[in-house]
Every structure is written in C-alpha cells, then in structure tokens.
C-alpha cells in the first residue's frame, strides 16, 4: 500500500458529492480532499472554503487530468458519467463513480471496453454502496454460506418520503429501482434476464402524469425470481427492506430494529429521512474500501461490467414501463467483452 494519502478530487459537489466530501474529510483513514469541481462555482466555492488546503477546478476533466490529483469520486448526474469516467480511464486515476454508471446500456458498455481496452486493468468502482451495508452484507454472506439451503425468491420495498416535482417515472427506474437490480444480481449471483414494470393507479401525492408507486418482477438467467415495490412519495420517511427467501429460511434487511422508545403516550422507533441517514454507515465502508483499494493499487466493489448489467436491465425496464409487458434484458456476452483487446 502506498505511504502517501490517497489524494482525491471530487467532481459534482451537489447533495451526495457535498456528503462524500464530509466524508473524505472527516471519517476516512488515508486520504485527503484536494480539490473540486462543479459547474455551480459558487456551490463550489462555499464547499472548498469549509475545508483547509482544497482548490476548486473549473473543469471537472482537468481535475481528471492534473497530476495533483490521484483519484476521483464522480457524484455529477448521471447524464455525464460516460465523459467523466472515460477520462478516468483515459488518465489512469482510480474513480469511484455513483450510481448509475451511465444512463443507457451502450454508454455503460463503452466505459467497460474503455476500461479493459485502453487501461488494460480495474480502474473503477461502481457506487452501489448497499453491497457495504453491514445488514446487507451479513444476508450476502449467510445466503453464500448454504446454511439456509439455495436463494429462491427476493422481495424488495424501495421508499422515499418524498422527491422533488421533476423527478420522473423513468427516474424511479434508474435512478431508485437500478439498486435492487444491483442487489438482485448480486444476491442471485445471476443475471436478470426478463422484467416486468407495473404501476398501479398513481398516489395524488404525486406530481401530474407521475407514475408512482411502481412495481417491478425480475426474473433471473437460472431461474429465481424478484420483486420490486419502489414508493418515491410515501410520506412516511426513507423505508428499505430486503426479504431474500431461501430453501430452509429466509432473511430480512431493513426492519429498523433499532432502541425502542416509550414516551408521551407513545412508542416506537424512528425512520429516517432519506438514504444519507438510513445508509450512512454503508457510504463509510464503501468510501473506506475504495481509498484502501486504491492505495494498494487495486479495484474492489461493483465493477463496471455490474454497472452496465444494472444500465441494460434499466434500459429494458424503461420498455416494459411504457408497455406493462415483460422485456428481455439484452446482454453483451461478459467473456467475450472481457476478453476484449486481449484477443
Ligand atoms: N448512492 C446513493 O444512494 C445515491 C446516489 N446518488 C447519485 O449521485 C449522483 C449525484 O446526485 P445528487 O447529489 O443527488 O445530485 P445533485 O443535483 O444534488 O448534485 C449534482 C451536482 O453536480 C453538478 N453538476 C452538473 N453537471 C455537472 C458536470 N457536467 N460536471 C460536474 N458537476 C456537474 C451540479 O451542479 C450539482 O452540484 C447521481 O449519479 C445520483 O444518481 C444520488 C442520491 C443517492
Ligand atoms: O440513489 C438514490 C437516489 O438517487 C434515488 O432517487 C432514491 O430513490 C434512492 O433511494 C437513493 O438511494
């Protein structure tokens, strides 16, 4: 591992970029916040001068390429992931890219060739930081065990108290749904081959023409199954359960079990406002995990070929939301675009 602090640049200082920055700067070992960037100069400029010693950069792809910078979290909007992780790959830095990985599957299946093609080697992390959460990885790591006998179904609820008037129905696919299709895949140890979307008649809490709730079914390459409800205006606070059903038993993430409190004629516990609450500590592994990964000159998490499966099952997903008809997930053949300029 190298000596020196992993020096990062951070690119999209907006809700999650500001949150990694606290982040970076106050609960992660062996790295340090160097530098910005963000088309909002002065959101940019009132994030850089909470903190001592970091610059702010115009350009988010000169911080990409400037040599003061070693690796780069990407927390801009999905629509200009592809430039920006490319960029990565082109200068060689280490990137932890949020989710999603692009907007479409031919973008996402770009930045996996770019990956392998031009770096020749790992060069990027996928933030799907449910994969760090402790709850979840203890389900991952039973189910993998055999003790419970081999995964057969999954049920997932997906709600949010409340997102903002332009978040779209096709945004409750990939944006809020594309984690469960990474979960999914990642519990199955599979691909998911067919979807289904489905919307009930929309909640009034909802913006005109907003299909929401939403419910999806996955079925996987080997024959599992999954559910999906994805909830974006419930009203109630940030909600998100995972049932994984297996041969001798099943088990649950996400019942909230934490204190249990009796006060004022009430009882209870409390549910969070929104992901940075309820996944806080799964952010810090996650951000932990790629520094360290970093530092040693290595990739760990969700990979980018993870990053395209969960485009090209959103992109099928967008299909069948238009139709309510099951869709089969196109899928490049992984061997053969890992083998890539190999062969
Ligand atoms: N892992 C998770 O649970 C979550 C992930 N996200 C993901 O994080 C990313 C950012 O989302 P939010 O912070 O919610 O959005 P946001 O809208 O709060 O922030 C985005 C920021 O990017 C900036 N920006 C716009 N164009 C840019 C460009 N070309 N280059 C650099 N910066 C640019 C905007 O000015 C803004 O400051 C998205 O990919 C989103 O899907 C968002 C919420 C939760
Ligand atoms: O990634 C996220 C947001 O972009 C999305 O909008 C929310 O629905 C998710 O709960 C959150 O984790």
């Known amino acids: 591992m190298s000596a020196s602090p992993l020096r990062v640049g951070i690119i999209g200082v907006g809700m999650m970029g500001a949150d990694h920055a606290d982040r970076i700067v ?5 790295a340090e916040l160097v530098a910005i960037s963000d088309p909002d100069s002065e959101r940019a400029g009132d994030l850089a001068a909470r903190y001592d010693g970091v610059r702010t950069v115009g350009d988010p792809l000169q911080l990409i390429a ?3 910078v070693d690796a780069v979290l990407i927390a801009s909007p999905g629509s200009v992931h592809e430039e920006q992780v490319l960029a990565c790959v082109e200068h060689g830095k280490y990137a932890l890219c949020e989710k999603p990985l692009t907007m479409d599957s031919e973008s996402s299946l770009r930045v996996v060739e770019a990956e392998r093609n031009k770096a020749g080697r790992p060069l990027v992390q996928v933030g799907f930081m449910r994969r760090f959460d402790p709850e979840y990885a ?12 081999r995964i057969l179904l999954v049920h997932n609820t997906h709600r949010n108290k409340t997102l903002p008037k332009w978040f779209r129905s096709e945004m409750i696919v990939s944006d809020s749904l594309v984690h469960e299709v990474d979960v999914c895949r990642w519990l199955f140890d599979d691909e998911i081959a067919t979807i289904t979307v489905l919307a009930p008649k929309p909640t009034s809490r909802a913006a005109e023409g907003m299909l929401d709730p939403q ?6 390459a080997g024959g599992g199954m999954a559910t999906t409800e ?3 205006n419930s009203q109630i606070g940030y909600e998100v359960r995972c049932e994984a059903v297996a041969e001798l038993g099943n088990v649950t993430v996400g019942l909230g079990q934490d204190v249990f409190v009796r006060s004022d004629n009430h009882y209870g516990g409390h549910i969070p406002d929104d992901f940075r609450d309820r996944f806080a500590r799964a952010y810090d592994l996650e951000v932990q995990a790629w520094v360290d990964a970093s530092r040693r000159g290595e990739v760990v998490g969700p990979t980018t070929w993870d990053g395209y499966a969960a485009t090209a099952v959103c992109t ?3 299909q069948s939301l238009a139709t309510g008809r099951p869709v089969r997930v196109d899928l490049a053949d ?6 890539g300029a190999a062969t």
Do not use: C, P, T, W
């Open 334 to 339: 992984r061997a053969e675009v890992l083998r």
């Open 316 to 318: 099928a997903a967008l």
């Open 215 to 220: 419910v999806a079914i996955f079925q996987m």
């Open 66 to 68: 400037g040599s003061g």
């Open 230 to 232: 994805v909830f974006v």
């Open 138 to 149: 203890r389900m991952k790591r039973l189910l993998d065990s055999g003790d419970l006998g």
């Open 26 to 30: 106050h609960r992660i070992a062996g």
